[in-house]
């Protein structure tokens, strides 16, 4: 069994930034250990992140619902430094994929960059993966279009949730739901 683990968005702005999450900084620094404990288990990790211009659309200065966050080489827009440090004190290649890069453009799944769902379907078909664990910030919002975008382009039998390792706005009622639906 290959594996892929995919983390969504466990960037600065998301744990004690602008868009903070409650309980996002206990449960990035459990996915830290996590990886560490798991050591040797994927074949290839997987992260992601916001990447936005300063005046991004989704921006409630833009006429956006979000404050600003995330903002390409800004503290906030940085992969949280534990998990940074986890993931280079591992095994395994790890690819970093961008997304939210375009003003005009909302992307809350990756997988709805084309060119960053290219990588990752070349590296589901290269590396014969077989699972992907899925975990990161917001469970509700990009976690959950992730894995809706995500079944629908590699299947639905293939996506695993780390619901610890996914705090969500919600309490995690809406990613739940959907894994109920699987």
């Known amino acids: 069994m290959k594996k892929m683990l995919l983390i969504v968005d466990p960037q600065n702005d998301f744990i004690t930034g602008a868009l903070a ?69 591992t095994s395994g290649k790890t690819v970093f994929l961008k997304k939210g890069i375009m003003r005009d453009t909302e992307e809350y799944s990756i997988f709805k960059n084309g060119y960053a769902a290219g990588v990752i379907r070349r590296i589901v078909e290269k590396e014969g993966i077989d699972t992907i664990d899925l975990c990161g910030i917001a469970g509700d919002i990009c976690v959950l279009d992730t894995l809706t975008d995500g079944r629908k382009l590699l299947g639905k039998d293939i996506f695993n949730v780390l619901t610890d390792f996914s705090p969500s706005i919600d309490g995690g009622k809406a990613l739940m739901n959907a894994i109920s639906r699987q």
């Not at 074949?43 to 903002?71: K, L, Q, Y």
């Open 21 to 89: 999450v409650d309980g996002a900084r206990e449960a990035m620094d459990s996915l830290a250990e996590y990886i560490r404990a798991t050591d040797g288990m994927y074949s290839i990790r997987v992260v992601t992140a916001d990447s936005h211009p300063c005046d991004h659309m989704s921006f409630i200065e833009n006429g956006g619902r979000w404050v600003s966050h995330c903002v390409a080489g800004t503290p906030g827009a940085a992969i949280w430094d534990a998990l940074l440090k986890a993931l280079d004190e």
